[in-house]
């Protein structure tokens, strides 16, 4: 679980052990992990239309305290209407494209974000607001152009953000 710990606070750990009157105990320290810090994410375009544009998403300038932690790990989502959406798993990846959803109505603004993981699973997060318009697409060439773009679709994840930007359009 995440939270119990103060990040970057020491804590002593002691074990006692007691049989026939005697007595020992060992005593370990921990250090809790920071999360990385410092990223920040980019998108190109920051402007356009749901269904019809490909959003590229990259994140750098990552730090981690550890030098000794490995690789970061990142997964980019987008926040729409208090849901929470991935646009695919966990991956060492700095970079993924996406067809988005129509953002919240309000100001077509959709709220994009990456979390950047260590191997220890502490997780560092930045976020971005993009503006995604309500497809210009007529609806009587939707059904040709969502069946090309399912067709074209990588992997699960990436048809399931389909499928899932679609019915948002709809």
Known sequence: RTGIFAVGTAYTFRLTARSSGVSGYGELELLANPPPFGGVL???PMTGYAIETRFN?????WSDDDEHEGPLSYRFGFLQSNAVTSLGDCSASPVVSAILPHGEISADLLELFVEARDIYLGV???SINV???ETQIPMSDFVSA???LLSSSEDVHTTSQ????LTTTL
């Open 42 to 44: 980019q998108c190109s």
């Open 131 to 133: 503006t995604v318009h």
């Open 57 to 61: 998403l990259r994140t750098d300038g």
């Open 124 to 126: 560092g997060e930045a």
């Open 162 to 165: 389909l499928i899932s930007s």
């Open 146 to 148: 969502t069946d090309s």
